[in-house]
């Protein structure tokens, strides 16, 4: 199974940013696309944005458009989501793992993921 370590998360104030990193442990990230994904309180996990795995095309959810970028370095066996003009409706429990490419495209449905972590809290309020 893959093993992966989400970390970067914490409390901020709405406008401000946070870079969320994904690391494997264990081995190597290249050959996987990944997404990230988050889960509110009383709420299902829902998609965040995804990266193939060359880095090349990238996915979001159209409430972070413009907002998240999700990007990837190989070499670090890591992928980041970093997080701008921060909301409070981003708050949420947000998990990265492997998901499926077909075609050019990947794909962030939290149902096609078998396995997650324990996820990093982002906290955004005042």
């Known amino acids: 199974q893959l093993q992966l370590v989400e970390s970067g998360g914490g409390l901020v104030q709405p406008g401000g940013s946070l870079r969320l990193s994904c690391a494997a442990s264990?081995?190597?990230?290249?050959?996987?696309?990944i997404g990230w994904f988050r889960q509110a309180p009383g709420k299902e996990r829902e998609g965040v944005s995804c990266i193939t795995r060359t880095g090349g095309i990238t996915n979001y959810v159209e409430s972070v458009k413009g907002r998240f970028t999700i990007s990837r370095d190989n070499a670090k066996n890591t992928v980041y989501l970093q997080m701008n003009s921060l909301k409070p409706e981003d708050t949420a429990v947000y998990y990265c793992?492997?998901?499926?490419?077909?075609?050019?495209?990947?794909?962030?449905?939290?149902?096609?993921?078998?396995?997650w972590g324990q996820g990093t809290q982002v906290t955004v309020s005042s």
């Open positions: 264990g081995f190597s990230l290249y050959n996987y696309a």
């Open positions: 793992a492997a998901v499926p490419q077909v075609l050019s495209m990947c794909l962030m449905r939290p149902s096609s993921v078998t396995s």
